[in-house]
């Protein structure tokens, strides 16, 4: 079974308006970590967001917010005003491991969700 | 600035002959990564060091092999390049503490795009 199970291949949004990208994760640790990066055409990955499994509250970077739904396993990126430089590929990738000391930091990424921001 | 640096960007090699893409990295992070990536996919892990020790992913060919000769430097190692080995390679490094719950965010370099022929 996937892990990382991103439903989106393709999604196109508004420059201005708020998209949501989904994601859903399976894991029975209790302790993981779940990070969102988007890599443009150009190929550099860049980290955008991080939520840890017990963090009490969504967490959020300038325009970028996780909803984080534990109960359902999810942890769907939002952005919100959609500019142009958004478009690119996203991937949403978790982290598990008690403690830091198992898979030694090991992440396991989904397939991504092209974003398309159209003016 | 602090970053994962790889050379070279692009690399274009034969069918057979050895070849070998190095990262560096001025962040002091304990864990190195390789993956490789096919286009529009999810990049694949291959192996990383944590510190000096070395995990293969089981599913990674024999024919990658990697060395990290310090905590800055890491090498990929393509023994016998194939066609179905062209692909983007990417570096990526990641502090890990023992004994905390803290996960850190992978900084990746630019990647290297290999092309067998």
């Known amino acids: 079974a996937q892990k990382i199970t991103q439903t989106q291949p393709g999604m196109f949004v508004q420059e201005k308006e708020a998209v949501t990208l989904d994601c859903t994760y399976d894991?029975?640790?209790?302790?993981?970590?779940l990070f969102w990066y988007k890599q443009p055409s150009s190929g550099e990955m860049i980290f955008l967001i991080y939520?840890?499994?017990?963090?009490?509250q969504n967490a959020t970077e300038g325009r970028y917010s996780l909803n984080f739904q534990k109960a359902r396993k999810s942890a769907n990126l939002v952005i919100s005003a959609s500019q142009l430089g958004d478009s690119a590929m996203y991937f949403c990738a978790m982290r598990e491991g008690l403690r830091g000391d198992t898979n030694a930091g090991k992440s396991t990424f989904g397939d991504g969700t092209t974003l398309t921001v159209k003016p | 600035d602090a970053m994962v640096i790889q050379n070279p960007r692009y690399q274009v090699t034969q069918f057979g002959k050895p070849v070998t893409l190095s990262c560096s990295q001025t962040l002091n992070h304990n864990v190195m990564y390789w993956y490789q990536q096919k286009s529009s996919q999810a990049p694949k892990l291959l192996f990383h060091?944590?510190?000096?020790?070395?995990?293969n992913e089981a599913d990674t060919p024999d024919n990658f092999q990697s060395r990290r000769p310090n905590t800055s430097f890491c090498f990929l190692d393509i023994r016998s390049p194939g066609l179905g080995d062209a692909a983007m390679y990417l570096c990526?490094?990641?502090?890990?503490?023992?004994?905390?719950?803290?996960?850190?965010?992978?900084?990746f370099g630019p990647g290297t795009r290999l092309t067998v022929t």
């Open positions: 990526a490094t990641s502090r890990v503490a023992r004994g905390t719950f803290n996960y850190y965010e992978q900084y």
């Open positions: 939520q840890g499994s017990y963090d009490q």
């Open positions: 060091y944590y510190d000096k020790d070395f995990n």
């Open positions: 894991t029975s640790d209790p302790s993981y970590g």
